[in-house]
T-cell receptor
Framework: GAGVSQSPSNKVTEKGKDVELRCDPI?????LYWYRQSLGQGLEFLIY????????KSGLPSDRFSAERTGGSVSTLTIQRTQQEDSAVYLC?????????????FGPGTRLLVL | KNQVEQSPQSLIILEGKNCTLQ??????????LRWYKQDTGRGPVSLTI?????NTKSNGRYTATLDADTKQSSLHITASQLSDSASYIC?????????????FGKGTKLSVKP
């Protein structure tokens, strides 16, 4: 079956604009995760969903970041009033269930560049 | 502080040679350790996962080891191929932690040359 897909694959935006990043998880996967990968840095956890619920939003770097998941499937990560330091690759992953023993399947990422 | 340190940062080897990548962690309590392979421009792909009681796990030419006492892991690649060129990421999970407690290393960038 299809893997995790993300769109757009690349996004260039001007500082101050809002952007929406989309993640389509593997069908049937109840857990969904968002990460950020900056150049030369390790992956930084942002938020996870169990179904449509996001119990822990403490990983979001600022209140300009928000995420939602509807219908237990597609998720959207929104960054408002983008800043240059938001430039990074945003990766989405899904797993069949929630749990540290579950393997996460990653999408190809969205490369965001804020000018 | 929970940390995962990987070494070397980057490595260049000739095709056909073996190599070993290192991962040291200070994560506690420990749940499991994963190695991921990330090709350029792609998302990471899981290679191995090991729990506290496992000290070795193989996936084809990839063999991971875990020493939970010294909190060290290694990933050994045998008979390297050009397609092994990628970043290899070590990830450690907290036992009972939230999903935010997946601690990622910065990765080792491996280049296999012909």
């Amino acid at each position: 079956g299809a893997g995790v897909s993300q769109s757009p694959s690349n996004k260039v935006t001007e500082k101050g604009k809002d952007v929406e990043l989309r993640c389509d998880p593997i069908s049937g996967h109840t857990a969904l995760y968002w990460y950020r990968q900056s150049l030369g840095q390790g992956l930084e956890f942002l938020i996870y969903f169990q179904g449509n619920s996001a119990p822990d939003k403490s990983g979001l770097p600022s209140d300009r970041f928000s995420a939602e998941r509807t219908g237990g499937s597609v998720s959207t990560l929104t960054i408002q009033r983008t800043q240059q330091e938001d430039s990074a690759v945003y990766l989405c992953a899904s797993s069949p269930h929630l749990g540290t023993g579950e393997t996460q399947y990653f999408g190809p990422g969205t490369r965001l560049l804020v000018l | 502080k929970n940390q995962v340190e990987q070494s070397p940062q980057s490595l260049i080897i000739l095709e056909g040679k073996n190599c070993t990548l290192q991962c040291n962690y200070t994560v506690s309590p420990f749940s499991n350790l994963r190695w991921y392979k990330q090709d350029t421009g792609r998302g990471p792909v899981s290679l191995t996962i090991m729990t506290f009681s496992e000290n070795t796990k193989s996936n084809g030419r990839y063999t991971a080891t875990l020493d939970a006492d010294t909190k060290q892991s290694s990933l050994h690649i045998t008979a390297s191929q050009l397609s092994d060129s990628a970043s290899y990421i070590c990830v450690v999970s907290n036992y009972g932690g939230s999903q935010g407690n997946l601690i990622f290393g910065k990765g080792t960038k491996l280049s296999v040359k012909p």
